[in-house]
């Protein structure tokens, strides 16, 4: 079973419908016991960092989320999933983030417009089996004002004013910015190379 | 790169896609199902569906049409129409729309786009504004917006175009940033349904004075207005709906004439 984490802020419906079109089966996850009897974890991440961990905090999902973490289970974090990967974020000074990675998530600043809402390419840095198939150069779609700093993990980056994190694979963790279930056949083709991992 | 954005729009009304249809290879031309499906198939980069029903029974079947076609589609959905409340946004989020566009609600209840912001996240809110601008000449009109800065201005109009409100429209925009819109979908009353091209001069107004992205809509007619509104207008994405309607436009040989004129999009 794979369980598609529901803290209370997340765009599960549209995961959950895009897991279906794939043909596998996917459960809203947001009780501790979902997560220690699942297969794979999607963590569909909106809205602010501070509501994120503290809905996982409220709902007791940090430590099943972090037992899963070191059991090996297969992990995806979609957008704000990707950013609770770093230590911290600017949208919510002092709120502690999962720490997986070290950094803090930055905010955008520049000319271009916030939130960077469309469709930017895709650069792949490093083969890597989330990414089968995906052409050099794809258009996915982003949604979001603030940004992972591009650290060795990085496995795709994305230039808007500056270079972030678009992908990034440390082990067993995967986690992307941009929302493959919003991003056509290209999104689907991530979710699905996840789902046959 | 950063690819502007191609939107088409349904407008529907009893669940039903209205306004001039001359699809062929289409089983029924009029089914928003399969006309999403059809623009999903051709490279859109999101979907606009506007209800534009008068009834309440129109509107009921507003969620099943969302439902519908929500199920298939794998870009961002926004949905519009008679959204008022909170309550409006949360039936239509938790349907299968990424985003709701809010219009007269906005000006009439201006803590709804708070609310919407702060429950979902700015990315869920879409401002729809109507503008129409106003004639040097226009006096005796109290209630016109005066602003105090030199160039053309444009009034905002709510009630799909028919009542005017005394906003001016710049000013209305960044008033709507401020409260949490994630983007601003701008139609110029001038230019809709004429398809003489957009309102470039109006669109670039608000696209440069703002830090959130503006949606051009009202006035497409052919290729080259897109080019303009992209280049001139500085807008972020380009909304038609009739356009498309016709085989000579589809969204796959827009592209194709935008990226020629130098126009960044995703093909």
């Known amino acids: 079973m794979i369980a598609v984490l529901d803290y209370g802020g997340g765009n599960v419906g549209s995961v959950l ?27 569909p991440g909106q809205g602010h960092f501070g509501a994120m961990m503290k809905g996982l905090e409220e709902r007791k999902l940090l430590s099943p989320l972090r037992e899963a973490f070191a059991a090996g289970k297969p992990f995806l ?13 600017e949208e919510a000074p ?7 990675l070290p950094g803090s998530v930055a905010r955008f600043q520049g000319i271009f417009k916030v939130p960077h809402i469309g469709w930017s390419q895709l650069e792949l840095r490093s083969e890597n089996q989330l990414f089968h198939g995906v052409p050099e150069g794809s258009f996915v ?49 991530v979710l699905s190379n996840f789902l046959n991992i | 790169m950063f690819a502007k954005r191609i939107i088409p729009c349904l407008d529907c009304k009893d669940g039903r896609v209205v306004k001039g249809i001359h699809f062929v290879n289409l089983r029924d031309a009029g ?3 399969e006309l999403a499906e059809m623009y999903n198939r051709e490279g859109a980069d999101e979907l606009v569906m506007l209800d534009i029903s008068a009834s309440r029974e129109g509107r009921a079947t507003l969620m099943e049409t969302v439902r519908r076609v929500a199920r298939r589609l794998f870009i961002p959905l926004t949905v519009g129409g008679g959204v008022r409340t909170l309550e409006d946004a949360r039936r239509l989020l938790s349907t299968g729309a990424d ?35 106003l004639k040097k000449s226009s006096t005796g009109d109290a209630s016109a917006p005066q602003p105090n800065r030199l160039g053309p201005h444009w009034e905002v109009v709510t009630y799909g175009g028919t009542k005017p409100t005394g906003l001016d429209a710049l000013e209305w925009a960044h008033r709507v940033q401020e409260l949490g819109a994630g983007e601003i979908l701008l139609t110029s ?33 052919s290729a080259q207005h897109f080019v303009e509104v992209f280049q001139r207008g500085s807008a972020d994405a380009a909304l038609a709906a009739s356009i498309f309607h016709y085989e000579t436009h589809t969204i796959g040989s827009l592209k194709e004439f935008l990226r020629n004129q130098g126009v960044p999009v995703r093909i």
């Open chain 1, 17 to 43: 419908k895009a897991i279906e079109y794939l043909g596998k089966s996917a459960q809203k996850a947001d009780q501790p016991a979902d997560l220690g009897s699942a297969e794979k974890i999607i963590f």
């Open chain 1, 141 to 189: 779609y982003f949604c979001h004002s603030y940004y992972g700093p591009v650290r060795q993990e990085a496995c795709a980056v994305t230039e808007y004013g500056q270079t972030f994190s678009a992908g990034i694979q440390k082990e067993n963790l995967w986690a992307v910015q941009f929302h493959p279930e919003k991003s056509g056949e290209v999104g689907l083709r």
């Open chain 1, 94 to 100: 002092g709120v502690a983030g999962l720490g997986i």
């Open chain 2, 31 to 33: 089914d928003p199902g």
């Open chain 2, 189 to 221: 009353m001038d230019t809709d349904g004429t398809q003489e091209g957009f309102d470039c001069e109006l669109t670039s107004t608000i696209s440069r004075a703002l830090h959130i992205p503006v949606i051009a809509s009202g006035g497409a007619g």
């Open chain 2, 99 to 133: 985003k709701v566009a809010v219009n007269t609600a906005a000006v009439e209840t201006p803590e709804v786009v708070m609310q919407i912001a702060e429950n979902y996240g700015r990315q869920a809110i879409v401002v729809a504004i109507d503008a129409r601008r």
């Open chain 1, 77 to 89: 974090g979609i957008c704000l999933g990707l950013q609770a990967l770093y230590e911290s974020s």
